[in-house]
């Protein structure tokens, strides 16, 4: 497996803890918690891709 991305599922899983946090201090529903983990997956994963070339 590539480094990289062992390194951005290690953030994804801290983004999404801490996002948690956040979450639960600012009374998010659980469709805003989806729709910015949904949206941090796609940056990610173009960003991941992007340094692929």
Request: charged letters at 10%.
């Amino acid at each position: 497996m590539d480094s990289g991305l062992i390194l951005l599922v290690f953030l994804a899983f801290l983004f999404a803890w801490g996002l948690n946090r956040v979450r639960r201090a600012l009374r998010l529903g659980p469709l805003a918690y989806a729709g910015v983990m949904v949206a941090f997956a796609i940056v990610m994963l173009a960003v991941w891709g992007q340094t692929m070339r």
